[in-house]
């Protein structure tokens, strides 16, 4: 049987937090590996939290959080069949990404099954981003020709593989291997969108 993707990065992800340490680098402006598994452990079995709290995780050290990381998600929400690719999936893609190319590592291309995930939650996030732009279109192409736009012609054209769109388009625009092309006015207004996710 085929172990799921949000498993696998996720274990991946910790394997890797735990042979840099606490101190290591993340694309997450700002904060270390320990930052990021205190935020990873909160958001699963917190529905909100504070600075004291992620201070109060933090606290507990790297290695009681990645046993916790490796304990899995609660049930409910996150191991649901579709919540658990799209949305716990597409967390741990992403976060494993920051940590990796903060790190010096390069873009996973033995990893396939990544790109179908990105693709599906793109259209939402596209979406989202467009607003921020509009009046301005955008436009995401891949590789291989496929394209999508969201919003009006006079577009800004982000190309690239599904998850370095991914990346751009939730922030890690440095990290991400994309072309930008189009109308100066159109790049302009998305080079200065807030594109945190």
């Known amino acids: 049987m085929t172990e799921p993707i949000d498993v696998r990065e996720r274990r991946e992800l910790c394997d890797l937090m ?34 004291e709290r992620m201070s109060i995780e933090k606290a507990k050290g790297l290695s009681v959080l990645i046993d916790r990381l490796y304990g899995g998600a609660p049930l409910v929400p996150w191991r649901l069949p579709r919540i658990r690719t799209v949305m716990n999936g ?16 390069d ?14 939650v793109l259209g939402f996030i596209g979406r989202r981003i467009a607003q921020r732009i509009a009046p301005h279109g955008l436009e995401l192409r891949r590789p291989d020709g496929h394209s999508r736009r969201i ?10 593989e599904p998850t370095e769109l991914l990346l751009y388009l939730t922030g890690r625009r440095e990290a991400a291997q994309v072309s930008l092309t189009g109308r100066p006015d159109a790049i302009a207004a998305l080079e200065k969108a807030n594109q945190g996710f």
Do not use: S
């Open 18 to 51: 735990a042979e840099l340490g606490p101190d290591a680098p993340t694309l997450c402006t700002g904060w270390t590996t320990l930052d990021l598994a205190a935020h990873l452990v909160l958001r699963e079995h917190f529905q909100k939290w504070t600075d």
């Open 151 to 160: 919003g009006p012609v006079g577009e800004a054209v982000l190309t690239g």
């Open 107 to 120: 873009r996973r291309l033995d990893r396939p099954d990544l790109e179908p995930i990105a693709l599906r």
């Open 90 to 105: 597409v967390e741990y893609l992403i976060h494993h990404e920051d940590v990796r190319r903060a790190n010096g590592h």
